[in-house]
C-alpha cells in the first residue's frame, strides 16, 4: 500500500487542521492505521491509531480530547482532526499502515512521504 498525507499548513495556536491520508491499494482495508509526527530535533512519536474496522482508536495522552482519527475505507482515505493546536503540535506528520498487538500499534514498512503542521503567530 502506498501513502500520500496532505493537510498540513501554518496555522495559529488554537486552531484546527485536518489531515487526510490517501492510500492506494485495495489492501488498506486490512490495515491498522496510525499517525505519528517528528518535531524538530526530536524523534518521531506516535500520534493516534485505529484499527481495519474503526472500531479501536488509540491516542497519544498529549493529544487526547484534541485530535481525533478516523478512516474510510470505502475512500482508501485515513483523517487526522486536530484542534486547539499549541507550538508543541508542529512537526511533519506521517501516516502508517500497520497493526494492533496488545493495544499497541506496529507500523510496516508503509510510510507516507509526512505532511509538515506549524502552529504560529
Known amino acids: 500500500v502506498q501513502l500520500v498525507e496532505s493537510g498540513g499548513g501554518l496555522v495559529q495556536p488554537g486552531g484546527s487542521l485536518r489531515l487526510s491520508c490517501t492510500a492506494s491499494?485495495?489492501?488498506?482495508?486490512?490495515?491498522?492505521m496510525g499517525w505519528f509526527r517528528q518535531g524538530p530535533g526530536k524523534e518521531r512519536e506516535f500520534v493516534a491509531h485505529?484499527?481495519?474496522?474503526?472500531?479501536?482508536?488509540r491516542y497519544a495522552d498529549s493529544v487526547e480530547g484534541r485530535f481525533t482519527i478516523s478512516r474510510d475505507n470505502t475512500k482508501l482515505m485515513l483523517y487526522l482532526d486536530m484542534r486547539d493546536l499549541t507550538p508543541e503540535d508542529s512537526a511533519i506528520y506521517y501516516c502508517?499502515?500497520?497493526?494492533?498487538?496488545?493495544?499497541?500499534?506496529?507500523?510496516?514498512?508503509?510510510w507516507g512521504q509526512g505532511t509538515q503542521v506549524t502552529v504560529s503567530l
Open positions: 502508517a499502515a500497520g497493526g494492533i498487538y496488545s493495544g499497541e500499534f506496529y507500523p510496516n514498512d508503509f
Open positions: 491499494g485495495r489492501t488498506f482495508v486490512s490495515y491498522a
Open positions: 485505529i484499527s481495519w474496522n474503526s472500531e479501536k482508536k
